[in-house]
């Protein structure tokens, strides 16, 4: 059955998964950009009237404001923006009030996902033998706004979750149109262990992020898009 959609952040993001909709039996049904939502405003029961999901790919300044009025209307959400993290939990909280549905990643390629696991893995084993260092690097097209990337802080975190309790070192470049490389990196006096993500394009992104909205149509709860990968199709 066609699903309705509304896409709040008509960038690439948002102009790739207009595109790409149709594949995951959804109809684009309402557009929003800085210019028509300023603040949030322009979301309102009559401009979402018969969305059954939106996906969220705007701003980090604009996407808290978007995420917590959409909850109050009661329309579930993907959200992809990045940057707006030391927020989550007061939308969690609006998310569990307005009994809506959300699912949030920094990443919404199943292969960054996968690769998270393995980093994990891989700082469980490093964290035991003290001659290893770490370090985090990544680099995208030069228009992204945040650095380093939501992806990059999420890694450090899963390696520190995994045990490794030493000091990772992050850094960032920006240029051209690079879609997105992490890499993490474990070193010592006798050699060098590389694991590196590389994103050919946006397309990973943008069909994660409609199966992640195929998927929270009509559910209620806040979900981190890791925790449903397994539930997918
Ligand atoms: N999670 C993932 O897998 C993933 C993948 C790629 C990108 N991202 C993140 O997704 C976000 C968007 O990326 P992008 O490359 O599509 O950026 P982009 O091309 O710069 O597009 C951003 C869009 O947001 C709009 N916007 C600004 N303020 C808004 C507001 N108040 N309400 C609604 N829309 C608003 C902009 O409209 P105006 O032009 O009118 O300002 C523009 O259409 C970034 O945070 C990026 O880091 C996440």
Redesign the pocket.
Known sequence: MTQNLAI?????????IERLAPEYDFEVKAR????????????SHQTLRGIDVAV????????P??IRRLAVLGVNTV??????LEHLPAIREAVAHAKTGLV??????VG?NLFMQTVAYAAALFAKHVEYEAWGWEI??S????AP???LKKLAEEMSTAGYARPVSLSSNRAGAI??THEIGFDSVADTITLRHTARS?E???R??LQAARWVAGKKGFFE?KEILGELN
Do not use: C, I
């Open positions: 709040v952040g008509y960038g690439k993001m948002g102009k790739l929003f950009v800085g210019g028509t939502n300023a603040n949030g405003q322009g979301l969220e790919f705007s701003t980090p300044a604009a996407a404001e978007n959200v992809g923006t990045t940057g707006w949030w990643a920094t990443n919404f390629s960054v995208h097209h228009a992204k706004k945040d990337s939501g992806t879609a997105g946006r990973g992104f943008a994660g992020a898009f």
